[in-house]
């Protein structure tokens, strides 16, 4: 009964996932043409002349902006200016920006002021801002940060979704950043809307609520996975706290149960920065994220076959399955997380198995990942005689011939041989 169950339970995701691929393609075109009414990040010099601005133009409306000239309508051209410069990392704008007195305390102002139109220009502003490097990070998350919050707790999904950006970019750029984001709540607020975000539990299938979904919800996790993804990164090199990390995997484990796939890259990638943490292991491991996991690694697998390098989606299911099998070697590599891979190895063994047979037909990177991966799963079993990969008597027994035949397979074509492999199980 329990085996049929799990058989059930496997067909359901993988029928998911399918109708998730066939609702990709449709879905982005419509948010490519509603991009520009979203107020995304990206600008179309076409506003501009088909030139990109100049230091005079970013310094002209800076000072603009600062004198409150010609009123909103001209302000908001300002900024629609402002916020196409700051788009160009290396080019100064943002430095000749900061540099001038008053500007970046008028660019909070239109941030905290009453005018919607104006907010949301000045949020995309920072989040852009923060493309010129830590120093200014610091002092727009300094300038923006109690604004930015405000913003967090609105109930307008537009502009929500500008200052998740916003935030997510700001912390980015460094620890210090991240402190003041920190020190305003960022991390609870994250977890709030992401919870917000959650399946609805009166839905019967994920497919259902995913029919109801509407694009700007969509648009918001994405954000809110963007936002989580970069405070998480930036943070760990600081010993982030365990709280904060319990609390944005339990928050992203929910999202799995969605149906839509523009926001799966960025949530699988969240899975894997998490991941790098022993805080979020209890969590990740106890709530059947690996058997969801794998069942998708499968299923990216038969889709990612000889042949499928010309579909639209390869690049994107490339990413996924990426940062899937980086999740699924971090969970792996403690004692207990190889303790609850080795009681799902029946389920685990044949779609690995199928993986390595794909691993020709992938990326050079994949095969490195991927063989890593399996290598911690082996590692307390594996020996190694004249470049050869023995197996005994454990729960992988049946990976050892695939993986040597993988390894001799690929060694001339990568330049990746079994010395490689064997060295890189004591990392």
Known sequence: MALLEDANHAQDVRSVFREMLRENDSLLRKEKRDAEHAGRRGISLGKFGGTKPSLADVEAAALQLKKKAGGSENRLNDLNLLQAAFSFPGEGFGEAFVKIDGALPALVRDLSGQDS????KSTYCCA???????????KVAKAAAPYLMTHLQGMNQILLEASLWAVGSLSGTGIPALKVLEVQG??????AIMQRYHPPTCSTTPLQESSQTKLQEIRVIEAVLYAATLCVSAGLPDNIKSSDIEGLAAAAVPLLDRSNSIFLARLMYLYFVLSCSESSEEILLNYNVVNKIILLLDEIRVVTSPGSTECSNYGFLIQVLTYIIRTLGNLCSGE?????????????SPILNNVLKALPYLP?????????????????????SDGVLQVCQCPWTVLAAPVNSSLKLQSNRFNLGATLISEGTDS
């Open 117 to 120: 139109s104006l907010q949301l």
């Open 128 to 138: 852009n801002l923060a493309l010129a490097g830590p120093d200014i990070g610091l």
């Open 186 to 191: 960022i991390f609870p607020q994250i977890i």
């Open 336 to 348: 207990r997380g190889r303790s609850t891979f080795e009681s799902m190895s029946e389920i685990i």
């Open 364 to 384: 050079m990177h994949l095969l490195k990942e991927t063989l890593w991966f399996i290598m911690q799963l082996l590692k307390p079993y594996a020996q190694w």
